[in-house]
T-cell receptor
């Protein structure tokens, strides 16, 4: 099945550092979503993007909808220990299939 | 306001046993989904129901069946469990419209087949 290419797969960072991750696809999307999954829980929506070039923030998180509509980026500034978890991107193609396509996730570990 | 409720939270089955995973939502969403999550594999869609009365296969439907009982409930059945079905199962719901707000996920069912 189709999945988005998400990178990096995992990363260890020091508390206070900034984090960047991205998702790319060969298909054009009209919606990009970013989720965070805490250990033992289901994913929770962080940010939703609806227009090419859109830049949206949620606290220390900032996400962008790539202008080609084939990629998206998530940045976390000044990371803290509770940022640990798995971050997923998800995209909706223009074909209106009522299904989001998910990336394979970026596992983030923050060292205090 | 519970959102999306999955039961049970944990289950251990012997190979060949059957069981049904339950999902109920109080969000009045039309669409419901079953995903499985395996290490390094992300979220893979098993089955979904775009609206009450319809169900469709996802990318990994083999070994599973589903029932959309009503607008609120969507169950996933394993008729003869296999060790390869050891996974974490997530139910999700969605409302579709001018702005798509993505899925709302349940907290998961952790299934081990021995």
């Amino acid at each position: 099945g189709q999945q988005l290419n998400q990178s990096p797969q995992s990363m260890f960072i020091q508390e206070g550092e900034d984090v960047s991750m991205n998702c790319t696809s060969s298909s054009i999307f009209n919606t990009w979503l970013w989720y965070k999954q805490d250990p033992g829980e289901g994913p929770v929506l962080l940010i939703a993007l609806y227009k090419a070039g859109e830049l949206t923030s949620n606290g220390r998180l900032t996400a962008q909808f790539g202008i080609t509509r084939k990629d998206s980026f998530l940045n976390i500034s000044a990371s803290i220990p509770s940022d640990v978890g798995i971050y997923f991107c998800a995209g909706l193609t223009t074909s209106g299939t009522y299904k989001y396509i998910f990336g394979t996730g970026t596992r983030l570990k923050v060292l205090a | 306001n519970a959102g999306v409720t999955q039961t049970p939270k944990f289950q251990v089955l012997k190979t060949g046993q059957s069981m049904t995973l339950q999902c109920a939502q109080d969000m009045n969403h039309n669409s419901m989904y079953w995903y499985r999550q395996d290490p390094g594999m992300g979220l893979r869609l098993i089955y979904y129901s775009a609206s009450e009365g319809t169900t469709d296969k996802g990318e990994v439907p083999n070994g599973y069946n589903v029932s959309r009982l009503n607008k609120r409930e969507f169950s996933l059945r394993l008729e003869s469990a296999a060790p390869s079905q050891t996974s974490v199962y997530f139910c999700a719901t969605a409302r579709w419209g001018q702005d798509n707000y993505g899925y709302t996920f349940g907290s998961g069912t952790r299934l081990t087949v021995v």
